[in-house]
């Protein structure tokens, strides 16, 4: 269910905190995050150990691991799920530099958002994202995410506003591989 072609999701252990820690200091990660503040390594552990809660419904949080090799690579969430509207947020982050641009991404979010519509009977997938991240919309627009308005100055990153996209793609309307 939760396999692609490229990449298996799974659930975060606390192995993979000395990854998480790597990948939160990557600017290339940071630059259009919407962070929490920094975590030290210790508190990353603790967190992803005992003081972990079980995914539910309304926060999944998976690490992205290679389907080849097994290697994790990345992050991707789908949160504050709403039963009643059937509607979630997503997140996603592919924080192994040197597997960005190789379509691991793209798999994963073709994933999460299959299980999303057909394992949790959500009817759209939300998220947001700064016009100047081409990467992302690129992708998202590929799976064919839509985009459906904008706030205006809503991101402050390095001193300066940016706006933020909101995009969503509604059941049946995923661009299956
Ligand atoms: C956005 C992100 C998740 C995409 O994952 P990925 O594995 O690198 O993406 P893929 O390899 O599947 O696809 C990348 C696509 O973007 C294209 N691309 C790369 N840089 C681009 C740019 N600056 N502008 C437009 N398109 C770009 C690639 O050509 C590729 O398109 P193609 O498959 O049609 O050839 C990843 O780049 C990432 O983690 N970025 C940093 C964190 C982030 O921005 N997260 C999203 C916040 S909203």
Redesign the pocket.
Known sequence: MLTGKLVRLRALEPSDAGALYRWNEDP??????INEYPDSLAQLTKRLGEERPRNTYDKLILCIETLADRTP??VIALTDAEPENGRAEL?????EAA???????????RVLCRYGFDQMRLHGIT????PE????????K?LSFVEEGRERERFRRDGRWYDLIIMSVLEGELVED
């Open positions: 290339a990660v940071l630059q259009w995050m690579i990345g997140d996603v982050y592919v924080g597997y960005r641009n190789g379509g691991y991404g793209t798999d994963a979010i998220l947001w994202v700064v991240n081409g990467a992302a919309r690129h992708v998202y590929k």
